[in-house]
């Protein structure tokens, strides 16, 4: 929610002729800003993922995002980015 107003005026910025009230600015702003949005929360949801799956209450949060560490790093966090981007 917070990028949508930058997103906005980047795109007028870049397309100076544009209308700034438009439908395709505004759907060009929301998808911008929601993508980042979606790539920003996905470690939140890979642990939100792993918690329902694979016996979250036994292990908790902490030992979750350890053990990923531990096995990817940090780019086992991002798994899946793309199609969380996309949904």
């Given at each position: 929610?917070?990028?949508?107003?930058?997103?906005?005026?980047?795109?007028?910025?870049?397309?100076?002729?544009?209308?700034?009230?438009?439908?395709?600015?505004?759907?060009?702003?929301?998808?911008?800003?929601g993508?980042?949005?979606?790539?920003?929360?996905?470690?939140a949801?890979?642990?939100?993922?792993?918690?329902?799956a694979?016996?979250?209450?036994?292990?908790?949060?902490?030992?979750?995002?350890a053990r990923?560490?531990?096995?990817?790093?940090?780019?086992g966090?991002?798994r899946?980015?793309?199609?969380?981007?996309?949904?």
């Amino acid at each position: 929610m917070g990028c949508y107003d930058m997103f906005k005026t980047g795109i007028i910025s870049i397309f100076p002729g544009v209308d700034s009230h438009s439908v395709a600015v505004k759907l060009g702003a929301g998808l911008g800003s929601g993508c980042l949005g979606a790539a920003i929360a996905n470690p939140a949801d890979v642990l939100k993922v792993r918690l329902q799956a694979v016996g979250g209450s036994q292990l908790g949060l902490r030992a979750h995002a350890a053990r990923i560490m531990a096995e990817d790093g940090i780019k086992g966090f991002y798994r899946g980015v793309i199609p969380t981007i996309a949904r």
